[in-house]
């Protein structure tokens, strides 16, 4: 998988999944362009990469705004002239005030997984259909299973766009595909080492008995960015350990059955 001269963008590559995207990306030949909102972190991004020998630039950008979306790719374009790999992996998760408004809900949520996507493929698209590419957005196993208020919603719109925009994108020599991770050990979920019930937790958060590494989300996102995939285009790809695939009343019904035989 070699990105040798190409020009990739991340979003939301600061942290967690997208900051191992982007050192993946770098150590396999590209220049990376990062974007998320804090400079702080940013600037950490950066330096750590440089300190490996890579080259990245970060930009401070609010993803549901499409000016400011619109600028940066003008920026982008003036300064590298192409942009051959896009991954949408900026989102958030996170539990929404009981206070706030249906309006605030939905703006917070849609925009966060589902618009920034949307804007941000949108305006790179003129950059990227001069010379063709890969597109990677990163969505959830919340699309699959449920989850709270409109996390699930959102992460299952951003994998119906990818077969959307995989059809509308085709002819300009553009894939767009995604990655559907399970369960997958950040800061955000990494579990309380001081807490039993959580220590347990981890290992049934797959099949494989542990929960998967943000590495192992970014080889999987850089094998559909790369040309080893070049026939790979509107499919979303699950790194979960089996997760999806597990049916609590089968998992009961096999320890019967288990404890019947003993």
């Given at each position: 998988?070699?990105?040798?001269?190409?020009?990739?963008?991340?979003?939301?590559?600061?942290?967690?999944?997208?900051?191992?995207?982007?050192?993946?990306?770098?150590?396999?030949?590209?220049?990376?362009?990062?974007?998320?909102?804090?400079?702080?972190?940013?600037?950490?991004?950066?330096?750590?990469?440089?300190?490996?020998?890579?080259?990245?630039?970060?930009?401070?950008?609010?993803?549901?705004?499409?000016?400011?979306?619109?600028?940066?790719?003008?920026e982008v374009d003036a300064t590298y002239g192409a942009l051959h790999v896009l991954i949408n992996c900026a989102g958030g998760g996170g539990l929404?005030?009981?206070?706030?408004?249906?309006?605030?809900?939905?703006?917070?949520?849609?925009?966060?997984?589902?618009?920034?996507?949307?804007?941000?493929?949108?305006?790179?698209?003129?950059?990227?259909?001069?010379?063709?590419?890969?597109?990677?957005?990163?969505?959830?196993?919340?699309?699959?299973?449920?989850?709270?208020?409109?996390?699930?919603?959102?992460?299952?719109?951003?994998?119906?766009?990818?077969?959307?925009?995989?059809?509308?994108?085709?002819?300009?020599?553009?894939?767009?595909?995604?990655?559907?991770?399970?369960?997958?050990?950040?800061?955000?979920?990494?579990?309380?080492?001081?807490?039993?019930?959580?220590?347990?937790?981890?290992?049934?958060?797959?099949?494989?008995?542990?929960?998967?590494?943000?590495?192992?989300?970014?080889?999987?996102?850089?094998?559909?960015?790369?040309?080893?995939?070049?026939?790979?285009?509107?499919?979303?790809?699950?790194?979960?350990?089996?997760?999806?695939?597990?049916?609590?009343?089968?998992?009961?019904?096999?320890?019967?059955?288990?404890?019947?035989?003993?």
């Amino acid at each position: 998988m070699n990105f040798k001269d190409r020009i990739a963008l991340v979003t939301g590559g600061t942290s967690g999944i997208g900051l191992a995207v982007s050192n993946r990306l770098v150590d396999a030949g590209a220049t990376v362009v990062i974007v998320a909102r804090d400079p702080a972190k940013g600037g950490a991004a950066v330096k750590g990469i440089a300190a490996r020998g890579g080259r990245a630039a970060f930009f401070s950008v609010e993803l549901k705004d499409a000016a400011k979306i619109e600028a940066l790719m003008r920026e982008v374009d003036a300064t590298y002239g192409a942009l051959h790999v896009l991954i949408n992996c900026a989102g958030g998760g996170g539990l929404i005030a009981n206070d706030a408004t249906p309006k605030e809900k939905f703006d917070l949520m849609i925009g966060d997984n589902f618009a920034s996507a949307y804007l941000v493929t949108s305006y790179a698209l003129p950059i990227m259909r001069r010379t063709g590419g890969a597109i990677v957005n990163i969505s959830s196993t919340a699309s699959w299973h449920g989850n709270y208020g409109l996390y699930s919603a959102s992460k299952a719109g951003v994998e119906g766009l990818t077969r959307s925009m995989a059809v509308d994108f085709a002819p300009l020599g553009i894939r767009v595909n995604a990655i559907s991770p399970g369960w997958i050990k950040t800061y955000e979920t990494l579990p309380d080492l001081d807490d039993p019930a959580q220590t347990a937790w981890e290992k049934t958060a797959s099949l494989l008995g542990r929960m998967g590494t943000t590495d192992e989300v970014a080889n999987a996102v850089l094998f559909l960015a790369s040309d080893d995939a070049s026939f790979v285009t509107g499919a979303t790809l699950f790194v979960d350990g089996g997760l999806v695939i597990i049916d609590p009343t089968a998992e009961s019904w096999s320890k019967a059955v288990k404890k019947g035989l003993e």
